[in-house]
């Protein structure tokens, strides 16, 4: 029995020297060309630690350690995706294509559990939600107040950015490039970019600079070390390698040692420049009217009646906190001339003065015991404040449209006060810990030298001033504390309620702080004029100050409308704000009840703010004007949601809404010529017979030699020899006689000759792409030339598939090859390269 025939491309080479013994030369291969080689696995390996480390920005955006969960299994199975597209030979477009896929298809089971069950399945909502966050994401995580839900819909940003993540770095590791230095630089330049992203979209205080400094560094030194030395020759003659490693580990911690002092010494402010110091949140406070210039609903008409008036209703109970605690409802912060009103930006301070979204956790930067209270409104509240104690630290609605309430709420760290745009009814019910800070104003108070503004109009007050604090000395409280004493020793208290006391009218204008009580024969008013006017006098004297509206909770925990008073806050030395209570400004004995000869029209009106914007109405019908402010406020709104970054044009918007459904529909389109390509091969390549597997290796290697333009002759009589002299490859005449050989031998194939037979042609079909330049290859990926029955260009007749008349074509027909052959070269000759 003969022996059976041995592939010469796989046998060994005999290399007999005269009196020597024969040698042979063996080629170590991987058991499968899927599992990564050592230098796969050192790729593989920084790129998931750096991914880790970028990740780890996102620490001081997030509660929990959910977003690293997410973004490590992100970065894992980009990875996976990654290297195995590029270990088939699929150009990376195609890990970016599956990659999209694998995004949507995990997004919502991985990053959508907080929005309920039915968020988690596959379908056209699912992809929307996942879809929007991966868009406008970014924009709720800038403009809520850190940390936001480590559960809730924006774990999609961690999932994206451990995608990219691991796309990236793999990817780019994988690239081929014709410069050694460049091959090693890509993909560390590609994970810094990453960190770069994760920290821009973080905090203004980094989380670890010992993470994100360091190791990141050494890490990324190090790798960019090892690929170096991979792309580069051997030097042969120098130190051993352990040597040289152990060199490299001790300079890189040497480096790192050093680099975190000098960091910190080099970089004095802790701050960074991320994007929410130029985020603007899109809520506008202004828009709701002063709280305190509607005071005059809780007071007391004496018989008298109006709607509106809430005295002997109860406004809310309290639950968790003792008899004379305070409850602030809202703080305003600066005077315009007609009235004390909350804003963004009024003081400086430690803590960020705006009205921020936030999540049920709240980063509060105070000192104090912490208390758990639970609210419930009662049928005299109403309106957009919602009543709190201290410095909020978690929140959580009880109400049947919590999740609503949840993402409309807005808090200022730097007032301590919350609003609700959607508005609060009676019987809403919520929960929240809280932080009671020592706010006492003691003697030894030392006021804080901020900066301090009167507005115009204002100036009528620093007359009094002097006379009042004559007496004082220098030191800014104690001036305050004089006019303080002044105000309630040589003031009376009236609502202006009843026929004598209505000439005292409501408000705390210029106007009526100036000739109608400081100015005026006699200072009359209630808390809403000695607390405006308080305020004015500190700002004035140099002691930033603000306005606040609340009330103090009574035996049982019930508040009603008699309970409702304003107070002052001064800034200490420290930053903090201590409480001045309305008692220590303001008088409780009435004027007398003869009417002063004067010209004031007897009003009792309430001078409102200039052109507010009333919270929503609980009421159960509307009126046209109700819906068209409704309209004018969703219009503004969209406006802001489409300018929130300040600077940015306006034509970006739209650029992204128009530009993106085209670009989402070629993505489609080329990812599924790439999935039919994908498909094509792995039927080609797993075929039931062995010989048909030879068969499809040479078709993928004509198919991709056409998509690469080259004139690869066609035609039911053309052989793969033929065929071979049309593909510029060095290799394709040997792989044209292996599979005739194998097709049409005396014996059946065996699987691993055509599994090895596969991996000749995959590497020929690389080495074939590397010799064009990177636009060509990556137009080849997504050509449709291989698909086309009938060549275009062509002079040789292609009737039927050149598969299918190669396989069956005699290897040695010699019909017209001359002819076809000159035909070709001349062809060849003719062509203008792509």
């Not at 490299?248 to 010494?265: E, Q, T």
Request: hydrophobic letters at 40%; one cysteine or more.
């Amino acid at each position: 029995m003969s022996a059976p025939a041995q592939d010469p491309a796989v046998a060994p080479r005999p290399g007999r020297r005269l009196g020597g013994p024969a040698t042979t030369t063996r080629t170590r291969v991987r058991p499968h060309a899927l599992l990564p080689d050592r230098h796969a696995w050192t790729d593989i390996g920084f790129t998931l630690a750096l991914s880790v480390v970028a990740l780890t920005a996102f620490g001081s955006s997030f509660t929990g350690s959910a977003y690293l969960v997410v973004g490590v299994v992100g970065a894992v199975v980009s990875v996976l995706v990654t290297h195995l597209t590029r270990a088939v030979g699929w150009p990376l477009v195609s890990a970016v294509v599956i990659d999209l896929v694998v995004f949507f298809a995990l997004g919502g089971p991985l990053c959508l559990r907080s929005l309920g069950d039915s968020s988690v399945l596959p379908g056209p909502a699912t992809f929307a939600e996942v879809a929007d966050q991966a868009i406008f994401g970014w924009k709720d995580l800038l403009t809520t107040l850190p940390p936001v839900d480590g559960d809730g819909p924006l774990l999609v940003l961690p999932w994206l950015a451990g995608m990219l993540a691991g796309l990236v770095g793999l990817g780019l590791a994988r690239l081929p490039v014709r410069r050694p230095w460049l091959t090693a630089l890509l993909p560390v330049l590609g994970m810094t970019l990453v960190l770069s992203g994760a920290i821009v979209l973080g905090v203004r205080h980094p989380a670890s600079l010992l993470l994100q400094g360091c190791l990141f560094a050494g890490l990324a030194l190090s790798w960019l070390a090892l690929r170096a030395r991979r792309a580069s020759a051997t030097v042969q003659g120098g130190s051993s390698s352990l040597v040289r490693s152990v060199g490299a580990v001790v300079m890189l911690a040497v480096a790192a040692a050093l680099a975190l002092p000098a960091s910190g010494w080099l970089t004095r402010d802790p701050e960074r420049a991320v994007a929410r110091n130029w985020v603007e949140p899109p809520f506008d406070i202004g828009r709701y009217p002063s709280p305190l210039a509607g005071f005059r609903k809780y007071v007391d008409l004496k018989g008298g009646s109006n709607r509106a008036n809430v005295f002997d209703k109860t406004l809310f109970e309290v639950d968790g906190v003792p008899a004379g605690t305070r409850v602030r409802i809202a703080t305003m912060d600066r005077y315009d001339g007609m009235v004390w009103a909350a804003t963004d930006d009024a003081l400086p301070g430690p803590a960020d003065d705006s009205f921020q979204r936030v999540s049920s956790t709240i980063d509060n930067p105070v000192e104090g015991s912490q208390v758990e209270v639970t609210i419930t409104l009662g049928e005299g509240y109403d309106g957009v404040w919602l009543p709190t104690v201290g410095a909020l630290e978690s929140l959580h609605f009880d109400t049947a449209d919590a999740r609503q309430k949840a993402e409309v709420f807005r808090y200022n760290l730097a007032t301590s006060t919350g609003v609700v745009p959607s508005g609060l009814r009676p019987g809403d019910r919520y929960t929240f810990t809280a932080v009671e800070p020592d706010d006492e104003l003691t003697p030894r108070t030392v006021a804080s030298s901020g900066q301090t503004f009167l507005p115009p109009g204002a100036a009528f007050i620093q007359g009094p001033i002097e006379k009042w604090t004559e007496d004082a000395g220098s030191d800014p409280m104690a001036r305050v504390l004089a006019a303080a004493d002044h105000l309630r020793t040589e003031g009376k208290y009236s609502d202006g309620v009843g026929r004598t006391q209505r000439i005292y009218v409501g408000g705390h204008s210029v106007w009526r702080l100036s000739d109608q009580f400081v100015n005026a024969p006699q200072i009359v008013g209630n808390d809403e004029q000695y607390a405006a006017t308080m305020a004015l006098i500190a700002n004035d004297i140099g002691v930033p100050a603000r306005v606040v509206l609340g009330a103090e909770v009574e035996e049982g925990g019930t508040v009603t409308g008699r309970d409702v008073q304003a107070w002052v806050e001064l800034q200490a030395a420290d930053g903090t704000w201590k409480t001045l209570p309305t008692e220590r400004f303001m008088s409780d004995t009435p004027p007398s009840d003869q009417v002063p000869q004067t010209n004031t029209p007897m009003s009792g009106t309430v001078i409102p703010p200039p052109n507010p914007i009333p919270p929503p109405s609980d009421a159960g019908e509307q009126s046209d004007a109700d819906l068209k402010e409704r309209k004018a406020t969703r219009k503004k709104a969209d406006q802001d949601d489409e300018g929130i970054i300040a600077g940015l044009p306006g034509w970006v918007g739209v650029v992204v809404t128009y530009v993106g459904g085209p670009l989402l529909l070629l993505a489609l389109v080329l990812g599924a010529i790439l999935a039919a390509k994908a498909l094509r091969r792995h039927r080609r390549r797993s075929a039931d017979a062995v010989s048909a597997r030879f068969v499809g290796a040479w078709r993928e290697l004509v198919d991709h030699a056409r998509d690469l333009g080259q004139p690869v002759p066609l035609g039911p009589t053309v052989t793969r020899r033929e065929q071979s002299v049309g593909i510029v490859s060095g290799q394709a005449g040997v792989l044209a006689r292996r599979a005739d050989g194998f097709v049409f031998g005396p014996s059946a194939p065996e699987a691993g000759a055509a599994a090895a037979y596969w991996e000749q042609v995959d590497a020929e079909r690389r080495s074939m792409s590397q010799e064009v330049g990177r636009w060509q290859r990556w137009r080849a990926a997504v050509s449709l030339r291989s698909f086309l029955r009938r060549p275009g260009s062509s002079t040789v007749t292609a009737a039927t598939d050149p598969d299918e008349a190669t396989s069956g074509a005699s290897p040695d027909a010699p019909s017209g090859a001359p002819g076809r052959l000159r035909r070709l070269a001349d062809w060849r000759s003719r062509r203008t390269p792509d």
